[in-house]
Every structure is written in structure tokens, then in C-alpha cells.
């Protein structure tokens, strides 16, 4: 593609042939109309030519034209008509530094062999080096447009830098595009300022069938690249940038940088590392399912507006430090790579989400601690109870890792096993069934000892009659004897049940009426503790059930909160 005119180059031309087109200039002193150049076929133009022709203010209108030697511009100072070469080939250099366009410059579809050198540059209208047709507009040599400045429209898409490309200091005026823009080496816009749109944005690239020539990551999958390093360092964007399934295979900086619109990095692709340090975002930002592969920064970064990473996929870790956020900041759905972890040191945010279970992945316990707080107080503030007790019960969780042995295993056990930490009513519950089991197997033993020494002794007596009478008798006694257990047990599983339930006990329930002999009896008075015990063990569980339930649910939260106010 970058040598597709390269052939009309051995074509040796002895003069240049062209035919002015209706050079009618009007009253005098008007500007002069176009000239146009042609010849059938494709055309060969001598850079001296098309310089003569603007020195005299006519305007310049080619197509699929090779434009042989390097086209020096900068004796000109001001162009006053259109440029256009749609199509061209430059067989060498194109130099315009400081050079003043009045009128629209649309070199689409144009291939500059050499080196296109437009530093300090005004545009006045709009500029066009973007794909036209089947042609991809291509700069081999270094692309120099440092402190030029555009005052309309600026259209990049679909073009090609094999150079150098370097925008530092540019000033974009309008809207700016570089959608599906590749850059083969380093792309420099530090310091830029971008007053309108500006589109970076990258789109699938159609499968090739031939594999033997891939390319690793995005380079292979994505078109709009940054092959090599992207410097955006302190470059100010007043309008949305759209940076939307970009590739940056290189490192990149967009330290220092300011986004005063929205700013959108969705499905953007960082092969290197990435530096965001000290951003500003003032509109919604998002990151989401981006892919950063190396280490990504985000230290220092203010965002005045929503923040969003939902299912960004960290696979060197990420570093979040000093983050600030106005508006929400969204972690929700973030993957991390095993081993790898998230610095959020520092972290304060108006409001945060991120999913319970990554918070794991947050380097440092007492970070995972704030982490967490910031989770329960923005769950709760939105009325989402479920999430805001899963944070709690992780946070306390966390609290009684750090606590010191001995309270470790009394919190461990009764305030998260037994009472769930009052957010899990499931807990307690769950205590209450399997004790309310225990008390009623515990009451049935006796009545199954009975039993059983029953059923042994008629197995013995059964056994001296015949061998089938005997077998019958046995089973028989076996079948009644699981039935007289069964129901026992059933009884017994109501009794405690109907403890466990009662309000109160009745009078004199657990008050021992004892005859004077049977008043030393240690046994007696010890029965009826174990009674009490149970019976305030109970209405403890029950007391906890229904405070884990009324933290845990939205309605009942709300009759509570209203019945305090």
C-alpha cells in the first residue's frame, strides 16, 4: 500500500504538459479562478510547477497525479486558494513550516514518500489527509505539525503514519479525527489542545487468511494503532474524546492530561504500559472492558465526573493511588491476572462500587478495610441492602482476622458464626434448628434406651420358638420398636419447639416443687438451669434472626429506621 504509485516513478518526463482551464479572472484586480492540471492518464507534475502556480495565488486541483521533487512551500508564507491533490504521490518531501492556508487543504488518499514537514502551520479551513476510496493516505518519512494550529475541521481518518508523527504543541480549534489512524512509530501530541471533538477511536480489522504474516495483540485484530509510543502528556481535550477500541501497542502517557468533556476508552487495548497520572476528568469517563497489559497508573487522578471501569481487565495489577472522585467510581466486573493486585491507597470517592469478592485483590488489609467501608456506605446510600451487608460481613470479617487470639475466637465463633454480624440472619437461624435438633434428640435418648432394652430382651425371648414364627416376632418387635422412637422423638421435637417459641414460661415451669428429702439434690437444681439456659438461649437466636432480617431487608429497614425517628 505505502509503494503503490512507486512504479509511475521510472516514467522519465522531458516536459510537463498541462492545460489551464477557463482562465477567466473577471474585473481586475479578482482573485484568479483554480487552474486545474491534466493528462490523460496519470499525471506527472513537477513540484517547481505547483510552487510557481500558488506563488501566483491560483489554486492547486490534481488527481492520481506523482509529483516529482520535493515541494518547498515555505517561500509562499500565505496560500490564499485550495490545495487539493487527491489521490498523489509525493516522490518527495512536502516542507510548509509556518505557512499560512487561507483555503481548505484535502490531500485524501495522498502517499508523501518523503517527509512532510508543516511546523507551525495555520490552517484556516479545513485539512483532509484522510483514505479516499481505495487509496489509504500515507506519510513515509517524519510527520512534523508541532505547534500548527487548525481553525476548522481536521481529518485524519483512515491514514497511515509510517514516520514519526508529531502533533506536540498543535492547536485543534474544531472537531479533530483520527479514527482507524495508524501510527507505525511514535505518535507525540503532548501538549495539545483540542477545543472540539476529538476522535482517536479504532474499529475490528477483517480477518486475514493468512496467518503466516500476524501480528501479536491488537495490532493484528484492531485498525487505528499506535504501534509505538503515544504522548499525550499535558494535552488538554475541551470537547468528548473518543477513544473507543484504540489500540496502543507501545507504551503511553497521558499524564497530566485534561478532559473537560466526557472521555471514552471502551474496549481500548494497552499492550504497554500506560501512565494517566494527575488526569483530569471533569465529564463521564470510560474504561470499560479495556484490557491493559502491562502495569496501567492512575495515581493522583481527580474526576469531577462519573468513572467507570466495569469489567477492565488488569493483567500486570493497576495502580489507583490518590484517586479522586466528585462523582461515582466504578470498579464493578474488574479482573485481575492471579498474583496481581490493586493499589487504591489513598482512594476517596463520593460515591464507589466494586464487587465484594475482588476486594481481595486490593493490596494492603487496612486499604481492603476503607475499600470496604466505601462499599457499605454507597450500597446503602442507594438502597442496595443485599451488597451493603455482603461489605459489612467482609469488613468484620476482616476486622476480627487482625483482632488478637483469644477475641479472634470468641467474635469468630459467636458474633460471625452464631449471629452472622446481625446482617446474615441465616445464622442464627440455622443455630436455632440444629439446637432446637440437639435438645430433642438429647430428651429422646432415655425413652430410646427403653426401648431398646425392651426390644433386646423380646429378641432373646422370641428366639427359642420356631425359626419362622420367631422371625416374624422379631420383626415384628423391631418395626414397633422404631415406630414407639420415632414417635418419641416427634414428641419430644414438639416439646422443645413450643420452648423455643413460648413467650414466656408459665409460673413455677422451671421452679423445681420439691419434697424435703429431694431439697439437697444437686441434680434437681442443676436441671432446671440447663432448662433456663436453653430457654434464654432461644429467645437470644430468635432476637438475632429477626435483627439480621431487618437489616437485610429493604422494607423492613425502613419500619425500623421510621419507628427510631
Known amino acids: 500500500m505505502a509503494i503503490r504509485h512507486m512504479a509511475g516513478l521510472t516514467v522519465v518526463v522531458s516536459a510537463l504538459l498541462f492545460r489551464p482551464v477557463a482562465t477567466e479572472r473577471g474585473p481586475v484586480g479578482a482573485a484568479p479562478r483554480d487552474v486545474r492540471l491534466y493528462q490523460s492518464g496519470q499525471a506527472v507534475v513537477s513540484a517547481s510547477s505547483i510552487l510557481q502556480l500558488v506563488s501566483a495565488g491560483e489554486g492547486v486541483d490534481l488527481s492520481d497525479a506523482t509529483v516529482t521533487g520535493a515541494l518547498d512551500l515555505r517561500a509562499v508564507q500565505t496560500i490564499t486558494r485550495p490545495f487539493r491533490c487527491l489521490s498523489c504521490t509525493f516522490v518527495g518531501s512536502i516542507l510548509a513550516s509556518d505557512v499560512v492556508f487561507e483555503r481548505v487543504v484535502d490531500l485524501s488518499g495522498a502517499h508523501i514518500a ?6 507551525g502551520a495555520v490552517f484556516e479551513d479545513s485539512v483532509l489527509f484522510r483514505a479516499a476510496g481505495e487509496s489509504t493516505a500515507i506519510v513515509d ?8 494550529s487548525f481553525g476548522a475541521p481536521a481529518g485524519f481518518d483512515g491514514a497511515e503514519f509510517v514516520g514519526a508523527a508529531d502533533f506536540g504543541g498543535a492547536r485543534f ?3 479533530a479525527s483520527f479514527a482507524n489512524t495508524d501510527f507505525n512509530a511514535d505518535a507525540l501530541f503532548d501538549q495539545a489542545s483540542f477545543a472540539g471533538a476529538a476522535l482517536f477511536s479504532g474499529s475490528p ?15 493484528s485484530s484492531i485498525v487505528g494503532v499506535f504501534e509505538s509510543r503515544a504522548d499525550f502528556t499535558r494535552a488538554a481535550f475541551q470537547g468528548p474524546a473518543d477513544f473507543r477500541q484504540r489500540c496502543f501497542a507501545g507504551d503511553a502517557s497521558l499524564r497530566d492530561s485534561s478532559f473537560a468533556g466526557d472521555a471514552d476508552f471502551t474496549l481500548a487495548r494497552f499492550q504497554g504500559n500506560v501512565d494517566f497520572g494527575a488526569a483530569g476528568f471533569q465529564g463521564r469517563t470510560k474504561f470499560q472492558a479495556a484490557i491493559f497489559s502491562a502495569e496501567a497508573g492512575f495515581d493522583r487522578v481527580a474526576a469531577g465526573g462519573p468513572l467507570d ?9 493497576a495502580s489507583l493511588a490518590g484517586l479522586t472522585g466528585a462523582g461515582s467510581v466504578s470498579l464493578e466486573g474488574v479482573l485481575l491476572a492471579p498474583d496481581m493486585h490493586l493499589n487504591l491507597d489513598n482512594l476517596l470517592a463520593d460515591s464507589f462500587s466494586m464487587d465484594v469478592g475482588s476486594v481481595t485483590g486490593v493490596r494492603g488489609t487496612f486499604v481492603q478495610e476503607h475499600v470496604l467501608s466505601l462499599i457499605e456506605g454507597t450500597a446503602r ?22 483482632s488478637p487470639p483469644l477475641h479472634r475466637v470468641l467474635d469468630g465463633f459467636f458474633y460471625k458464626t452464631v449471629a452472622g454480624y446481625l446482617v446474615r440472619p441465616s445464622h442464627p437461624l440455622v443455630t436455632l434448628v440444629i439446637l432446637v435438633l440437639v435438645a430433642a434428640i438429647i430428651r429422646s435418648v432415655p425413652t430410646w434406651l427403653s426401648i431398646l ?10 428366639s427359642r420358638g420356631k425359626p419362622k414364627d420367631s422371625l416374624m416376632r422379631r420383626s415384628h418387635v423391631t418395626v414397633l420398636g422404631i415406630h414407639k422412637a420415632v414417635a418419641s422423638f416427634l414428641a419430644d421435637l414438639a416439646r422443645t419447639m413450643g420452648l423455643a417459641l413460648k413467650r414466656k414460661p408459665a409460673p413455677g415451669e422451671f421452679s423445681p416443687q420439691l419434697a424435703p428429702a429431694e431439697r439437697e439434690l444437686i441434680r434437681v437444681y442443676l436441671i432446671a438451669g440447663v432448662r433456663w439456659v436453653e430457654f434464654l438461649t432461644y429467645k ?3 432476637v438475632l434472626f429477626l435483627l439480621g432480617l431487618g437489616n437485610s431487608n429493604s422494607t423492613i429497614r425502613q419500619i425500623i429506621d421510621s419507628v427510631r425517628g
Not at 141 to 148: I, V, W
Open 114 to 119: 518523503g517527509d512532510l514537514n508543516l511546523r
Open 141 to 148: 518519512g517524519p510527520a512534523n505539525f508541532t505547534l500548527a
Open 173 to 175: 480549534l474544531d472537531d
Open 205 to 219: 480489522k477483517e480477518p486475514s487468511s493468512d496467518a503466516s504474516g500476524a501480528q501479536p495483540g491488537c495490532l
Open 309 to 317: 471501569f466495569e469489567g477492565a481487565v488488569f493483567l500486570r495489577g
Open 381 to 402: 446510600a442507594r438502597g442496595d441492602i443485599a451488597l451493603a451487608n455482603d461489605a459489612r460481613f467482609e469488613l468484620l470479617s476482616l476486622e476480627n482476622r487482625l
Open 453 to 462: 432394652v425392651a426390644w433386646l430382651g423380646g429378641w432373646r425371648t422370641r
Open 540 to 542: 437470644v437466636l430468635i
